[in-house]
């Protein structure tokens, strides 16, 4: 009995699996499909290595597609090389465009608080003081030495 039941769950574990591998070969079907009906010649693209370009035109017959990169720079890449396209959406205001922007924004959001933080804090290193009336300068006291003791 007890083999019948680890067998019923086996089977149940393997119908499962197959199930999620049909159905996500069904989505990444759908996925190329929608992609290979945005791929038109004009459309800003990026590769699976990440080369961004204009699509010039593509070849169906021998799967090429040529990308234009720069002014009167075209590469010939695999079709199935092109991974997506590039919508230019308008970011939120404030949010940052690239990462040097962001990095820029977190610099300087870092000095405000710092300096915010030391405005009224002890000077620096080597930053000089002007001594107060509540400041006394305290001498070395001088300890004794073995000369001294005799």
């Not at 919508?87 to 940052?96: K, N, S």
């Not at 933080?117 to 073995?146: H, I």
């Amino acid at each position: 009995m007890p083999d019948l039941a680890l067998n019923v769950v086996l089977i149940a574990v393997f119908v499962v699996l197959i199930f999620f591998m049909f159905r996500n070969s069904r989505k990444n079907k759908q996925r190329q499909e929608e992609l290979q009906s945005t791929i038109v010649p004009g459309a800003e693209v990026m590769t699976n290595f990440g080369l961004f370009g204009t699509l010039v035109s593509i070849d169906e017959v021998s799967n090429e597609a040529e990308l234009q990169v720069a002014d009167g720079v075209i590469v010939r890449v695999h079709r199935q090389t092109i991974a997506k396209v590039v919508t230019r959406d308008e970011a939120a205001e404030g949010e940052p465009r690239s990462v040097e922007e962001a990095m820029a924004i977190a610099n300087r959001e870092y000095e405000e608080a710092q300096a915010k933080a030391t405005a009224d804090t002890e000077p620096e290193f080597g930053e000089r003081v002007e001594p107060t009336e509540t400041t006394e300068t305290k001498k070395p006291v001088r300890r004794a030495s073995k000369k001294d003791a005799e």
